[in-house]
Every structure is written in C-alpha cells, then in structure tokens.
C-alpha cells in the first residue's frame, strides 16, 4: 500500500516534484488517497468548485473524494488545492473513508484526548482524531502536543495514507 501512495507523491512534473519536508497540500492529500484506493472513476459528479481545473493531475482525486464525502471546499464553490492540510483535516478525511470501509468507531465510545493542545481541536475532528492516535497513526510530539492545526509534511502523507488504510483492511 505505502508503495502505490508513494507512486502519486513520486510524479515529475507537477506540484509533487518539491521537497519532502514542505506541507502537503489538500489536492496532494486527495491525489494520494485517490491512488490508495485504487483510482475509481467517478460518473455524473459535476465539481462547483471554480479553483479546481479540468485538467491539472489532481482533478479526478479532488472529484472522487468530493463525490464521495471525504473531503469537502470551504464554501462549496472553493475547495482550496493548493492549502497546506492540517493534521486535523486529514484525520478527518481518512476517517471517512475507513468508515465507509465499515472500520472507525461503532456505537458508544469514549477516549479522551490527552494533550496539552487538545482545546484547538474542532468539533468535527474529535472523532477522527480520537480513532487515529487510538490506532497509532497519528501520535503527539514530545511536548505533549498534538498539534492539529499543523500541517502535514508531503514525506508524511504517503505513511498517514497507507496507515490509516491498513486500519480498515
């Protein structure tokens, strides 16, 4: 699995092509989840989102994970492609997926976050943050920090990606 994500983050001539330390953008994470699952061709799913074009190499990620629900714009007519995602927006996104792989949490459940930032940690990423430190694919930093408004470096995404994945299998 590492492999074929690490195959997205390897193409020559596009965004991909920069350093590994610098953040990954919201289409890399779409692309690299897109090739992660296999690349599914998405039909009758028109993209409002006028920042997104028809032909860049991220476009029919951005769709399927759109289509999908995994990922959303901010406005529904801005999706953001080239936005640093955030820890916590990536949580989110991969959380959605291995739900609908059946995986995540099922009925009641209780796991408290226990870091020093956990007060910067949206509503709407609870969950999927709780679920991926719980699997051991996100973890704090030696500080005690989670850092969910951080980003995520681009020679981190394929290891996040193929993680989380590897939960739901």
Do not use: H
């Not at 596009?14 to 692309?31: L, M, N, V």
């Amino acid at each position: 699995m590492a492999a074929l994500v690490l195959s997205v983050l390897c193409l020559t001539g596009t965004a991909f092509a920069t350093a590994s330390d610098s953040p990954a953008t919201r289409a890399e994470a779409a692309a690299a989840l897109w090739e992660a699952a296999g690349c599914p061709v998405v039909v009758n799913y028109a993209m409002a989102f006028g920042d997104v074009p028809q032909d860049a190499f991220y476009t029919e990620a951005v769709r399927w994970c759109a289509a999908e629900g995994y990922m959303q714009g901010y406005d529904g007519k801005t999706f953001g492609p080239a936005d640093p995602i955030t820890r916590q927006q990536l949580a989110a996104v991969l959380y959605r997926y291995v739900q609908r792989q059946g995986g995540g949490f099922v009925g009641m459940w209780m796991f408290p976050l226990r870091y020093t930032d956990v007060a910067q940690v949206r509503e709407w990423a609870y969950e999927p943050l709780c679920w991926m430190t719980m699997k051991g694919v996100l973890a704090g930093n030696s500080d005690g920090a989670l850092c969910p408004n951080g980003t995520v470096a681009r020679g981190e995404l394929a290891g996040l990606v193929s993680a989380a994945l590897a939960t739901a299998e």
